[in-house]
């Protein structure tokens, strides 16, 4: 853990050494060249949690309140606190101790999180990035600890891996260093199309040669791969914490992701915001009686699906309600978002805790493992007779 550094110390974006060894799947290409062909669904994306998981720091993509008053977060260490503040040239956050007078600020450079539910954010220093310690809270508005700091220390040397960014942008140029992995400033933010179709460059210089040909070459069309490369798109970034066996950035879809990243480890696989929820899937009897299923037969990545009635036909496509056990009992309900909550329920974060000077709780995460769960049903039962 860091100590408290006395005096202010302002940490902006650091320069990078440069790039010897790129690891990243191509060069961006931009959505307005995929859009050209593609209008509906990259204008529906654009609206997605997957493309705004990662940004720059600006107004409008830092949904922290910083207004006085609510720029706060208080620890349970007397005396030490953060204060979060917008300046003429950006964001920042400084961790002060008012016993000992001591401070230290830093500028927020990148935000990771769609703010669905909330934000974390980065901060460059020597073509480094580091977490900064304090989060914002979407739904109850509130300044929080970010997962992994202890509360009440003035802490901002939390690195962050190669690993974590795949998951939360599209490419990052990793330069070789003796004993570091830095990064260049030649990077792409969000989860931009070529993430999970490839390296489009190929594919739009044939398709402008080729303006009849349909078939999507040069190009990973997940209708035409198997159930395992289909999945294995998805799994990379929500499969849980694998270890790298290969460097980051460098899977493609229609590679075998056993090929990159090492097994699950153990069989602990729970729910969470970095949690294993293909491994869940996998575990339910609708995933192993259902060759054809896979995570696109409920989710469409290329709108924004937060309605949780929208995936009950879903279910019904092959569930029979009048065939259900407590078909009699159960009624109407079973048509209802009733049958998510009780075979997908939410389950309580292992990882996600918010510790405030107050309180202590947990965001929950609904499971993918869908199986009967007679705890849950017997409590909706009594919530909803």
């Not at 999970?196 to 210089?205: L, N, P, Q, S, Y």
Request: net charge positive; with cysteine.
């Amino acid at each position: 853990m860091w100590p408290l550094v006395l005096g202010a110390v302002v940490v902006g974006a650091g320069q990078a050494p440069s790039p010897v060894r790129p690891t990243a799947p191509g060069a961006a290409t931009p959505a307005p060249a995929c859009r050209r062909c593609h209008q509906t669904i990259v204008d529906s994306y654009a609206g997605t949690a997957h493309q705004r998981t990662s940004t720059k720091a600006r107004r409008a993509t830092v949904l922290g309140d910083f207004s006085p008053g609510h720029n706060l977060l208080r620890t349970r260490t007397p005396g030490v606190g953060f204060t979060m503040e917008q300046r003429a040239d950006g964001f920042y956050q400084t961790g002060w101790d008012s016993t000992s007078g001591g401070a230290r600020t830093v500028r927020i450079d990148l935000v990771i999180g769609s703010g669905r539910r909330g934000q974390t954010y980065l901060s460059w220093r020597n073509g480094l990035l580091f977490e900064l310690p304090v989060s914002y809270l979407t739904g109850v508005r509130r300044w929080i600890n970010s997962p992994g700091y202890a509360d009440g220390q003035i802490d901002f040397n939390r690195l962050i891996e190669p690993r974590c960014l795949e998951c939360h942008a599209t490419s990052f140029t990793i330069a070789a260093d003796r004993r570091v992995r830095r990064y260049s400033e030649n990077f792409a933010l969000g989860v931009q199309c070529q993430r999970c179709h490839g390296d489009a460059r190929k594919h739009i210089a044939y398709q402008a040669a080729h303006p009849e040909d349909t078939t999507a070459q040069f190009i990973f069309n997940s209708r035409k791969a198997t159930r395992d490369r289909q999945v294995d798109v998805c799994a990379l970034c929500h499969s849980g914490g694998r270890d790298e066996k290969r460097p980051a950035f460098s899977f493609r879809p229609g590679d075998s992701l056993d090929a990159f990243l090492a097994p699950e480890a153990g069989t602990d696989v729970v729910p969470d915001v970095h949690g294993n929820q293909v491994g869940l899937l996998r575990r339910s009897n609708c995933f192993r009686s259902s060759p054809a299923m896979t995570c696109s037969t409920c989710h469409d990545v290329h709108q924004a699906q937060r309605d949780l009635a929208a995936f009950v036909p879903k279910c019904l496509e092959c569930h029979d309600v009048t065939q259900h056990p407590g078909a009699d009992s159960i009624g109407a309900r079973l048509t209802t978002t009733d049958c998510i909550d009780c075979h997908m329920p939410n389950r309580r974060s292992n990882t996600i805790r918010i510790n405030t000077a107050r309180s202590a709780t947990s965001l929950y995460f609904r499971t993918h493992e869908i199986a009967v769960y007679p705890d849950v049903a017997a409590e909706l039962m009594r919530a909803r007779p």
